[in-house]
């Protein structure tokens, strides 16, 4: 049993019935692990929620753990950003809070974004991103 913190668009392909998302959270779920999100995926998903969309969202984010976005978390954030920065790399600060979030309570992220994820002391689990649509 483990841990994890849903990326943003793992969540979207998730209320979109993305099959392979939905059977994984369900298989994980069935398994007695927790699955959580954090303030940056809950802004994300209320940004691009449509009014018909309000209810459902709102039902599955409120399954979720919840994770705090603490003010020391928000500087190891900083610091991540600062530090890819000087290697010539620039992340979003969703995507550095995220990894933050992920790292600081020892969980897994499960995204299709590897790319936005390189910090080596992240855990990561891959969902293949496939048609989303």
């Known amino acids: 049993m483990a841990n994890y913190l849903l990326d943003t668009t793992v969540i979207i392909d998730c209320l979109r019935g993305r099959k392979e998302t939905v059977d994984f959270l369900a298989e ?4 007695g692990s927790v699955v959580g999100c954090c303030a940056i995926n809950i802004t994300e998903i209320y ?20 994770y705090e976005v603490t003010r020391n978390l928000a500087g190891l954030a900083g610091e991540y950003k600062r530090e890819y920065a000087g ?5 979003s600060l969703s995507d550095v809070i995220i990894a933050a979030v992920t790292i600081s309570n020892n969980l897994i992220l499960i995204t299709d974004n590897l790319r936005h994820y390189p ?3 992240l855990n990561i689990k891959q969902i ?3 048609s989303r649509g």
């Open 28 to 31: 994980i779920a069935s398994e």
């Open 47 to 66: 940004a691009g929620m449509r009014e018909n969309e309000r209810q459902v969202t709102k039902r599955f984010l409120d399954s979720l753990e919840y």
């Open 87 to 91: 290697k010539g790399i620039t992340f």
């Open 119 to 121: 910090m080596p002391e």
């Open 128 to 130: 293949e991103a496939g």
